[in-house]
């Protein structure tokens, strides 16, 4: 790793990454005041990743992903993709390279003036393709997203979610090596949220496309992203694999995210409900996949005799692994209790829920 | 009541009429194209657009804001003596069409600038997420997206020309308005105002019935 920033990067370390930000920040001035939208983020998304970056708005997430393509362009650091940095790049170069980066918007952006056919044909006409490949490359878009017999209608007569189909088209005309998203489902229902993010994981898989997404909904993260960043004002509080993110967040901000999906924890009003019932002292186990099949459980319990009563929990399922929390009273002497968890201990990470918490 | 001589009027009201499609039909594709350039150069020049320049946009501003107050009876008047030097005469439909192509440039000015303004940013944004560059983006993102009400804008200004063209026949341009003028206003001959305001009604409808049409086809709404 040393020494490679001297020769501009070893050749072999960017094969596999996409897209690199380097302590990247960026600060808006307006009438005076000035913003911080960006402070010295750092992250690498490989080759093949479905990156998925979360933030409450206001976040900087959205600034952070059109720095990619530069229709942000960062006040300091660099962000390299496919080896060169973009910001850098000359206005024609930049045309070049925007043409490899398809992005989807949260509103679409399509061309009202333009039929679904000319919208997904308006990037192939930016490259210069020869007519009758562009018909060709068309037809083949419109086959993947499923909108052949929409061809000659016009944006307004679409749904939600066949727009997002067509923008989709529209960003992979150019086979691209990258998409970025920005809130593409946002604007979208449920049902039709689920049909994009399928869309997106086909592009993934069957074109290789790197995939950035942007979103404030944690269920799009869970349901597409395999690594995720999580942003707070500017910065990014924490990252990592998706699974790691969901069973074992560490920033409050990823706490509260992670919550708004999953119902591992109890919150404080559960807390008080379950402690007006449940007078002994209340743990939380952590649950994974295990190797052993150690009951540990029940033998510590014996062990020390202490008795114990399951109060709250879940248990989820992400990439085909099992991560969760149960909350467990425990009930015996104090110093029973204090060597129960410390066995408990011995086998999962354990955490006692304070009076106060 | 007076004998209605239709044998006699109705020659009159036709050559009025011609003359009065000839400088509406001449200025509004004077005025269209003065009107699309100075929209343009308004909207490029604009603060945070591809041609930012806030000396070109203040004074092209200023001279669209001096001209527009004006009333046209009144910048007819005088614009007399430029219309000599430029079309050598400052009678008839000649000198009227070069008016009213300036006052309707202008306002087809102000109106393709509100219109390309109101452009859907996002559309834009995607047109330089795809590579297209400034330029194009304008002629081939901003100026389609805008054309259907524009052309709303266009069938607007084409109605305030045949009324325009009506007012300049005090001056002497001739057609409908000179018609209306001398038969009902000198001769109270209310029988040729009222035919005249018919011709106007039916041309100004006809009008605003094809603008509608074609925006319609334009806009895909």
């Keep these: ?357 | 009541m007076r004998d209605i001589d239709l044998d006699a009027l109705l020659p009159k009201l036709v050559k009025a009429f011609f003359e009065t499609l000839h400088m509406v039909t001449f200025s509004f594709v004077f005025a269209t194209i003065l009107g699309i350039l100075i929209g343009l150069v308004l909207y490029s020049t604009r603060k945070g657009n591809i041609l930012e320049n806030a000396v070109v946009f203040g004074i092209l501003s200023f001279i669209i804001n001096l001209v527009r107050p004006i009333p046209f009876i009144i910048l007819i008047v005088a614009m007399i003596p430029l219309t000599r030097i430029i079309v050598g005469t400052s009678i008839g439909p000649g000198a009227a069409i070069l008016t009213l192509s300036i006052v309707g440039g202008i306002s087809i000015g102000r109106i393709a600038e509100t219109n390309l303004v109101a452009v859907d940013p996002g559309t834009i944004e995607a047109g330089s997420a795809m590579g297209a560059r400034p330029l194009r983006v304008l002629f081939t993102i901003v100026v389609p997206e805008a054309l259907g009400p524009l052309l709303l804008g266009l069938t607007y200004i084409f109605v305030a020309l045949i009324d325009a063209t009506a007012v300049a026949g005090t001056v002497g341009a001739g057609g409908l308005g000179s018609l209306a003028l001398t038969y009902g206003y000198q001769r109270f001959d209310w029988f040729v105002m009222f035919a005249v305001i018919v011709v106007l009604i039916v041309m100004v409808q006809v009008a605003q019935f094809l603008g509608n049409w074609v925006a319609r086809k334009a806009m895909h709404a």
């Design chain 1, 1 to 357: 790793m040393y020494a490679a920033g001297l020769s501009g990067g070893s050749g072999k370390e960017h094969m596999n990454t996409a897209i690199s930000f380097e302590r990247v920040s960026k600060t808006f001035v307006t009438k005076g005041t000035t913003f911080e939208a960006l402070s010295d983020v750092s992250l690498t998304v490989e080759r093949g990743d479905i990156f998925g970056i979360v933030g409450y708005s206001g976040a900087g997430k959205s600034t952070l992903l059109r720095t990619v393509n530069a229709l942000e362009r960062p006040t300091s650091g660099q962000v390299i993709v496919d080896g060169r940095d973009i910001a850098a790049l000359s206005a024609k170069d930049l045309s070049v390279a925007r043409q490899k980066i398809g992005m989807i918007f949260q509103q679409f952006n399509l061309l009202q003036s333009r039929t679904v056919y000319n919208n997904i044909a308006y990037p192939l006409r930016l490259a210069g393709l020869p007519a009758n490949k562009i018909v060709d490359r068309v037809e083949e878009l419109l086959e993947f997203v499923g909108l052949t017999d929409k061809a000659l209608a016009y944006p307004s007569k679409l749904s939600g979610g066949q727009k997002q189909r067509v923008g989709i088209a529209r960003a992979l005309a150019n086979h691209p090596d990258i998409l970025i998203s920005d809130e593409a489902t946002s604007a979208l229902d449920p049902q039709t949220t689920g049909e994009v993010l399928d869309l997106l994981r086909r592009v993934n898989k069957e074109y290789g496309v790197t995939i950035l997404v942007v979103t404030h909904e944690m269920d799009v993260i869970r349901s597409i992203a395999n690594r995720v960043a999580v942003m707070q004002n500017g910065r990014v509080v924490e990252s990592g694999s998706t699974y790691d993110i969901f069973s074992s967040p560490t920033d409050a901000t990823t706490k509260r995210f992670v919550s708004s999906v999953l119902h591992h924890f109890p919150s404080g009003n559960a807390v008080d409900r379950i402690r007006a019932v449940h007078r002994g002292r209340l743990v939380q186990l952590h649950v994974d996949n295990r190797e052993s099949n150690d009951p540990f459980l029940s033998r510590v319990a014996r062990e020390h005799n202490v008795d114990f009563n399951i109060v709250y929990g879940g248990v989820s399922e992400l990439e085909s692994r099992l991560f969760g929390n149960i909350t467990l009273e425990l009930l015996g002497t104090d110093s029973d209790v204090d060597a129960a968890i410390r066995d408990l201990a011995l086998s999962t990470p354990v955490t006692e829920v304070t009076q106060n918490a």
